[in-house]
């Protein structure tokens, strides 16, 4: 059985892309200490799965853990990199945080996978490399503008990083997947993102306000040259995220010739404006949102929405779930937790 390491499998992407390896005969190893997650989110993987999950609660910014991680798991097959600090209006607030945090753990977790003889990487990385570009939708051959948040940043230095990493590594294959908006949970309801302090992205905020944990709701901005005037956005269900990774490792895993590094869009290919987002929220969950429009938000990009014909015919994947299906399993979710 090939064994994959998944550090952030604590994480929101990272636990749902451990179920979904383990429902397609991988053997998993989590890396993740918490600063963001939660050791229960495996208890949800593990109801799910029946596989008892292994986490190494280590900071990947400590090089003498990440070696130690190494020394003791003999023969992994490969690594998901999740492992990072997200948050778009927090990483304006924080930048250093941000920096280091993502930055040094990347650092040691590229030196394990030389120095350990690991040869297949997959990267989390993120549509907010593109910054607002002149052509939409975006392929992976758009140009990266300026980012625009330090964690966008840190995402353009960690690709940057990879391609001059892996020019002294041909040995080892790279697959960079910059992701849209990963939205939703799980279809049982067992596992789904559970927000860091109080919630920063759309989804949780929507489904917060939908159950009573939040007053209202804002829409940052109503007056974009959008066809609604709010933001867009392409939002991809985290299901349909996680198999993307089994689909990359089952790929980069096979013996056909790839290239050393290689860069996939990952969003459904539908842009969505916040109003569109509302409705269709609103529309499979039978409840009236309190919302109102106010003032744009720093940092935020007009739109950005993916051309997926790559993924789609290299990695044979495609996404399976829609915006009300996303929405619908996300109330699902907060529903499920408000009984806990
Ligand atoms: C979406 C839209 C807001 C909250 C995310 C992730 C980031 C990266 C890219 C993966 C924006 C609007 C939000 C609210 C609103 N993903 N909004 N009212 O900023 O696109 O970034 O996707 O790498 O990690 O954070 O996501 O959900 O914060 O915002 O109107 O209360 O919703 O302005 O247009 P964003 P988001």
């Known amino acids: 059985m090939q064994k994959i390491l998944v550090t952030g499998g604590c994480g929101y992407i990272g636990s749902h892309t451990l179920v979904d390896l383990i429902e397609h005969g991988f053997e998993v190893i989590s890396v993740d200490n918490h600063l963001r997650s939660r050791a229960k989110q495996l208890d949800g993987v593990e109801k799910i799965t029946g596989k008892k999950i292994k986490n190494y609660a280590v900071d990947l910014c400590n090089w003498d853990a990440v070696e130690n991680i190494f020394k003791e798991e003999k023969n992994i097959d490969g690594i998901i990199h999740f492992a990072a600090l997200k948050s778009v209006p927090e990483s304006v607030a924080e930048p250093l945080l941000y920096y280091h945090n993502n930055i040094a753990s990347l650092v040691n977790i590229l030196k394990a996978t030389a120095q350990f003889g690991v040869k297949e990487f997959v990267f989390s990385s993120s549509c907010s490399v593109y910054g607002n570009a002149d052509e939409l939708p975006v392929t992976e051959a758009t140009p990266l503008k300026y980012a625009e948040s330090p964690y966008g940043f840190s995402k353009q230095i960690g690709e940057r990083m990879i391609k001059d990493f892996a020019a002294v590594h041909a040995d080892i294959n790279f697959i960079l997947l910059r992701y849209f908006n990963p939205v939703g949970a799980h279809e049982s309801a067992i596992i789904g993102e559970v927000p860091y302090d109080r919630p920063n992205n759309l989804v949780p905020i929507i489904t917060q306000s939908a159950i009573g944990k939040m007053q209202q709701l804002t829409v940052f901005g109503g007056d974009y040259d959008t066809r609604d005037g709010s933001c867009v956005r392409d939002y991809i269900h985290v299901s349909d995220v996680a198999h993307a990774h089994t689909c ?44 109102k429009v106010g003032e744009r938000r720093d940092g935020d990009v007009i739109a950005v929405y993916a051309n997926i014909d790559k993924v789609k015919s290299i990695l044979q994947w495609q996404p399976q779930r829609n915006i009300e299906q996303m929405m619908l399993s996300a109330w699902n979710w907060e529903k499920q937790m408000a009984t806990k």
């Open 248 to 291: 990359a490792m089952k790929y980069l895993l096979n013996d056909a010739p790839k290239k050393n590094v290689d860069v996939f869009n990952l969003g459904s290919g539908n842009g969505v404006t916040v109003l569109e987002a509302i409705n269709a929220f609103e529309k499979v969950s039978g409840t009236k949102l309190n919302y």
